[in-house]
């Protein structure tokens, strides 16, 4: 009977805790509001990073994988030829894959990557067809390029060579520096929402300090005292990072078409961006850690600072 008092008690307890720290939310609107304001303004550009490092990531290692040259073959090439290349190619030490792109396939791959264009490029289909067959390889060793290419251009039929050796290294410079700033960035934005909690529950313990002696007068533990606004605290964070979640989520799904037209135009082949399916989980750890983490650690900063509790 007395255990299961008790334990009636403490859940009467944690609903008070729990209650009053929602009563706090609703009753500074204004503090809340500006707070939440602000919170999801910096959340929102931390995950512009996040979603910009998780892509640059993706498409380093799409890249990395596709790597390697395209040879181009006459078109006086006979069928013969071109086989006996594509041969030769695949006995080379280094190359990983040879996979032969028809002219026809090579049209096609501009009609996908030039969509706003596919009218005018249906009128080159044909005889009229400018664009040459051609041999897509990719290698083992990427180091090994040079000594590779230069073997192949050995072969009579073969037009041109076509690599990209600078670009897999751009774009690792490209993604280290833009996970550097992203670290950079989360712990500033960490210190402003700290700041920015710190002084939405300042404002409810200076409307609160009569009550909060007469509490600790009559023997209210500091846990008991310091829990409401813990939870007023979290409650903004949480909320903060589910809405910066939302609008991320919108933002990115409609410039992420666009943003993949802009990558087929500066590299001439298809290179499609995580769908936010893929990132979502992993977001929504990361912002309901900072949301609820900023959250506690600024109100118990607030209240260790000011009410030495």
């Known amino acids: 009977m007395i255990k299961k008092v008790g334990m009636t008690v403490r859940y009467s307890i944690f609903g008070y805790l729990i209650g009053e720290g929602f009563r706090n939310v609703f009753k500074n609107k204004k503090s809340t509001i500006a707070s939440l304001i602000i919170m999801c303004a910096t959340m929102f550009v931390f995950g512009i990073f996040f979603l910009v490092g ?32 594509g041969n030769q190619i ?43 067959a051609s041999y897509v390889v990719t290698l083992t060793d990427l180091t090994k390029l040079e000594e590779v290419q230069k073997q192949v251009e050995q072969s009579p039929i073969v037009a041109n060579i ?7 290294n751009a774009l690792i410079q490209i993604a280290d520096g833009i996970k550097l700033i992203s670290i950079i960035i989360l712990v500033i934005l960490i210190f402003i929402s700290i700041f920015i909690i710190t002084n939405t529950i300042k404002l409810t313990v200076h409307a609160r300090r009569k009550e909060i002696s007469i509490m600790k007068y009559v023997g209210a533990t500091n ?27 919108g933002a990115y799904n409609v410039v992420s ?19 936010m399916s893929d990132m979502f989980g992993t977001l929504i750890i990361v912002y309901l850690v900072l949301g609820l983490g900023i959250g506690a650690l600024g109100s ?6 000011y009410l030495e509790v």
């Open 54 to 85: 998780e892509n640059v990531n993706h498409i380093t290692k799409t890249i990395e994988e596709q790597q390697g040259m395209e040879v181009f073959i006459y078109d006086e090439a006979t069928e013969a030829q071109t086989i006996e290349l």
């Open 90 to 132: 695949r006995s080379m030490d280094y190359v990983n894959t040879v996979t032969y792109k028809t002219k026809e396939e090579a049209l096609d791959q501009m009609k996908r990557m030039f969509k706003d264009k596919k009218d005018y490029l249906a009128t080159y289909e044909g005889e009229g067809n400018p664009f040459k």
């Open 162 to 168: 076509q690599t990209r050796p600078d670009t897999v």
């Open 223 to 249: 846990g008991f005292i310091r829990w409401p606004f813990m939870v007023e605290g979290m409650i903004i964070g949480l909320i903060s990072a589910i809405i910066s979640m939302l609008l991320l989520g």
């Open 257 to 275: 078409t666009q943003i993949e037209q802009a990558l087929v135009s500066l590299r001439g082949t298809e290179v499609l961006l995580l769908p």
């Open 300 to 305: 118990a900063i607030s209240m260790r600072k």
